[in-house]
């Protein structure tokens, strides 16, 4: 008796699991499309645009394509991100909500000339 009592106990729950992880995969493609995606060219020591403006308070995507000849590595050390971009890559980064103000990104290897900032209003 017991023994089936923990059996539709235990399949009551399952169900109810399995009804809900389906939710959340269903909601979850839908969030991660939600993110604007912003993009930043890096060619001959230079970022283009050097200004993008974004929405306070809601979360983006940044991709970095390196159309130059040679390595670049995107770095901020406001939004806490870097990485070394290869000739003809991408790099894609998820920066989560910010508040308003100004967040600087540069190029590493030609620091010099490739600098930029994202605005946040």
């Known amino acids: ?9 235990a399949s009551w729950m399952n169900v109810r ?4 992880l389906a939710a959340l995969l269903t909601t979850l493609p839908a969030f991660a499309q939600d993110a604007a995606v912003y993009t930043i060219v890096a060619r001959d020591g230079k ?10 308070g809601k979360r983006f995507k940044l991709e970095v394509s390196n159309d130059g000849k040679t390595p670049i590595e995107f770095e901020s050390k406001d939004l806490k991100q870097e990485k070394v971009v290869a000739p003809g890559a ?16 540069f190029d590493e290897f030609h620091e010099a000339t490739a600098k930029g ?5």
Do not use: C, W
């Open 47 to 56: 970022l283009e645009p050097a200004v993008i403006e974004v929405p306070a």
């Open 117 to 121: 900032m994202i605005v946040v209003k």
């Open 1 to 9: 008796m017991f023994a089936s009592l923990r059996f539709e106990t």
């Open 90 to 105: 991408k790099a894609t980064f998820t920066i989560n909500a910010l508040k308003p103000g100004q967040y600087k990104f």
């Open 17 to 20: 699991t399995l009804a809900l």
